[in-house]
């Protein structure tokens, strides 16, 4: 189709989308709805336990809370005496906080090819660093990775965050590798 004949058919009124025009008022929805519905303060009885297969968490701030907060998600980690998490990767970097306890955490660090199509592997052996009350540590997108209670008598207790940014873009890519004990 020629530059004149795209010109003529923009001019019809039969156009195929409204795109543009829902995209403002659904731009002014949010803006609307984020003002006067979206909780500024979350408050301790609004955070939501779960048994997860990464074990036992509270959620502090998570998409599905109607929070101002729209670009990470935060959790309480509970992780008992002598036990581990569960075992994961996911696509964005993870972040935590040593609230209580000590211990270590196992990555596995992706390897990874990408000529035709993205190739990933896994090493075969974790690095293993450890970690105690007060401590920040870092974890590395889509390392495989699993936080480890060292202490047998105290529970230790993390709180994670994660970016929700690089899932809004399309890498949604989250796999439970391995089931926290008992979940």
Known sequence: MSFPDEKAKARKTDLTCDFYS?????????RDTYKRQRKNVVKAEDML?????????KHIIHEKMDTMECCIDVY????????ASGKHRHLTEEIFYVVEGQGYDLHWDVEF??????VWDWAKEPKKFEWKQGDFVYVPPYVIH????????????IIVINSRIIKKMGFDWFDQIENAEGF
């Open 76 to 83: 309480m980690q509970f992780i008992e005496p002598g036990k």
């Open 22 to 30: 829902e995209g403002l008022k659904e731009s002014a929805d949010f």
């Open 113 to 118: 090819d990408c000529q035709d199509e993205f």
């Open 146 to 157: 699993q936080h480890h209670n060292s202490d047998t008598g105290n529970e230790a207790r």
């Open 49 to 57: 336990l779960e048994r997860s297969p990464d074990g036992l968490i």
